[in-house]
């Protein structure tokens, strides 16, 4: 399950959301003034959106150009359905 991006890091290239098949990270716009150094293509930053459809399927820790989004193989924060 994706557990972590280190949005400091980002460059809003916006691949995380693009690769994502489960619509888990969502691009959206950086609130205030801009707060990431290397943002240089968009105002927009990723967002973990819904966490709980993650299939840990690693596309976006694969894909993210800087290496920055952090997916953990196990499932167990998967909220049980009951
Ligand atoms: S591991 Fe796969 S399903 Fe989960 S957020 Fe990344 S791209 Fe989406
Ligand atoms: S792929 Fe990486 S650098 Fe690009 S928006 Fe996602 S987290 Fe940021």
Same mark, same amino acid.
């Given at each position: 399950m &994706?557990?972590? #991006?280190? #949005?400091?890091? %980002? $460059?809003? %290239?916006?691949?995380c =959301?693009a690769?994502?098949? +489960? =619509?888990? #990270?969502h691009?959206?716009p +950086? ?5 990431? +150094?290397?943002? *240089?293509? $968009?105002?927009l930053?990723?967002? #973990?959106?819904?966490?709980e459809?993650? &299939? $840990?399927c690693?596309?976006c820790? &694969?894909f %993210?150009?800087? *290496?920055i989004v =952090?997916?953990?193989p196990s499932?167990k924060?998967?909220? *049980?359905?009951?």
């Amino acid at each position: 399950m &994706i557990e972590h #991006i280190e #949005i400091e890091k %980002c $460059t809003g %290239c916006g691949v995380c =959301d693009a690769v994502c098949p +489960a =619509d888990v #990270i969502h691009m959206e716009p +950086a609130s205030g003034p801009v707060p990431v +150094a290397g943002l *240089r293509l $968009t105002n927009l930053l990723p967002v #973990i959106k819904f966490r709980e459809h993650c &299939i $840990t399927c690693f596309s976006c820790e &694969i894909f %993210c150009p800087e *290496r920055i989004v =952090d997916v953990h193989p196990s499932v167990k924060n998967r909220p *049980r359905p009951w």
